[in-house]
Structures are given as structure tokens and as C-alpha cells.
């Protein structure tokens, strides 16, 4: 059966030439490559942008409210309302039982946080705000670290490293490039700071569904893994952990991960697009 999405037919004409020859280059190699149904039409590439738009200004809505003393719920409310308001909807309401619009993880909350009115932010806290948006059908997806009045230097330093491994991370997903060689530049430079990378959590294709191939690891050898194909679009979503890689899930609610050791740990989130001369940051 011929692969079609929304109408258009995969075909080697909706591709450039060159664009073309290297897919079946690489194929005739025996090298991994993406499923023709992640790569974007314009025409999805444009519904994801304006996604993305709005879950860029929602984050920097986030970033002008946070404060000491606000409880997590109330971060809850504010990416509810701002994103309802623009006509779209919070992606991780209702995904798969999720209960809110935000995932908020302080401190040794590696990821998927759920917010509580109870949960009060507080001097020396680090949080993940991770928000997800879906407009028109098209998904979007980005987090972003915030420090909450005093921390610690060591605390800061762990913010900023998973925020250069995030950095790295991208420059590293070219076309043409292999998902190892995006895991590699990460794990390469947090272990070289002292910190070590979550292995049981990846990033993940984004655009048409939540979550999509590929998946896209933060840690792994260069030279190994998918190809890397211009129209691709996905996730790069570091996380880096102050002591062991770790990590657990909480029975209590059976969506918070946790480190394993208790000790603190960071993410940043950004969401591409691959172009056929590099990368497009798609949630800045």
C-alpha cells in the first residue's frame, strides 16, 4: 500500500533532486532512515510553525509570572488560560490520563510533574516548565529551566550545562548527520561537567501526533543511529542529572520520574525542524 497522508502521496518528485538521491543513496547503504511519514509537507511545516508560535509566547508568558511563593497549580491555570485563549488546546490535558495542561518538576523531578495546589515554589528551587500545544491538529512541544529566587551555585551551574547540552544537542542534528552524533555532543558534555544523562527518557518526533518516530536519545556514539533527513521534525530534550542516571517512576500518581538518589535534576526543551542547509529552532 502506498504511504498517504492527508491526501499528499509520497513520491520521489515532492522531494529536491539532490534530497532524493541521498535518501535512496543511504537506503542502498542498509542505513536506518525515517519513515516517509514524518518528513513535512510545506503545508504541515506551516501548521507546525504556528503551533509552535504559540507555544513559544506561552513559555514567555510563564517566564514574566513565575515567582516565589506561587503554587504549581497556578502555573497550571496560567498555561490553561493563555493557551485556550489563542484558540488551541494544552496537549498533555488528558493524554493518556494526564490530568493538567503543564508538566512542572522541581528539583529531583526529572520530568512529567503534575501540579498541585500544595506544591508551593520556593527560594533555591529549580523548575521545568514543560508545555505542549496543539492548533489546528499541528503539535508543538518545548520546556524551559527557571531558578526561583537564591540557589545554590552548584544548582546554577547544573541549569546551565543542560541548557549548553541542549544547544550542542542541535548543533549537532544536520542534515545528513545521525541521531548518535546529537546523543554523543550531549553525554559528551555533561559527563565532562560531572553530571550524567537520563537513559530511560528520550525526545521524540513532533508535528502531526504527540509523540512520533523518531526517538531521539541524549546519549550515544557518533557515526550511529537514524539518519537525519531534511522535513523531520522533533525534539531535542536533555536530561541532566546532578548524581546518577538513574531514575523512577512514582506509583503514587505513576506519571512523576523522579532521580533514583534524590539529587537534583535539569532539562531544557526545544523543538526543530531540518531544513536541507541545517536546522530551523521551531519553539524559540
Request: charged fraction near 25%.
Amino acid at each position: 500500500m502506498k504511504n498517504i497522508i492527508k491526501g499528499f502521496r509520497f513520491t520521489p518528485s515532492n522531494y529536491p533532486e539532490e534530497t532524493e538521491k541521498k535518501i535512496q543513496s543511504y537506503r542502498k547503504q542498509g542505513m536506518k532512515l525515517p519513515p516517509r511519514k514524518v518528513l513535512r509537507t510545506p503545508e504541515q511545516i506551516e501548521g507546525i510553525r504556528e503551533s509552535a508560535r504559540i507555544n513559544t509566547a506561552l513559555l514567555d508568558y510563564v517566564s514574566e509570572n513565575i515567582r516565589e511563593g506561587m503554587s504549581t497549580e497556578e502555573i497550571n491555570v496560567l498555561v490553561y488560560d493563555f493557551t485556550t485563549s489563542h484558540g488551541a488546546i494544552p496537549a498533555p490535558l488528558n493524554y493518556e490520563g494526564f490530568p493538567k495542561s503543564v508538566c512542572t518538576s522541581i528539583n529531583d523531578v526529572v520530568c512529567h510533574g503534575i501540579p498541585s495546589k500544595t506544591e508551593i515554589l520556593k527560594s533555591g528551587d529549580i523548575i521545568n516548565v514543560d508545555v505542549s500545544t496543539i492548533y489546528k491538529g499541528y503539535f508543538s512541544d518545548a520546556s524551559r529551566m527557571f531558578m526561583i529566587g537564591d540557589v545554590r551555585p552548584e544548582l546554577q551551574k547544573l541549569v546551565q550545562v543542560t541548557k549548553e547540552c541542549l544547544e550542542l544537542g542541535i548543533a549537532a542534528a544536520q542534515p545528513w548527520a545521525r541521531l548518535g552524533d546529537v546523543g554523543a555532543a550531549i553525554q559528551e558534555h555533561a559527563e565532562n561537567n560531572g553530571f550524567s544523562v537520563v537513559r530511560d527518557l528520550c525526545g521524540h518526533g513532533v508535528g502531526i501526533k504527540f509523540h512520533e518516530e523518531p526517538d531521539v536519545e541524549h546519549f550515544g556514539r557518533r557515526g550511529t543511529g537514524m539518519v537525519i533527513v531534511p522535513g523531520m521534525t522533533f525534539t531535542i530534550e536533555p536530561m541532566i542529572n546532578m548524581g546518577s542516571y538513574q531514575v523512577f517512576v512514582d506509583e503514587s500518581d505513576e506519571w512523576t520520574v523522579c532521580t533514583d538518589d534524590g539529587l537534583p535534576s535539569a532539562q531544557w526543551e526545544n523543538m526543530l525542524l531540518i531544513t536541507e542547509t541545517g536546522n530551523e529552532i521551531l519553539t524559540y
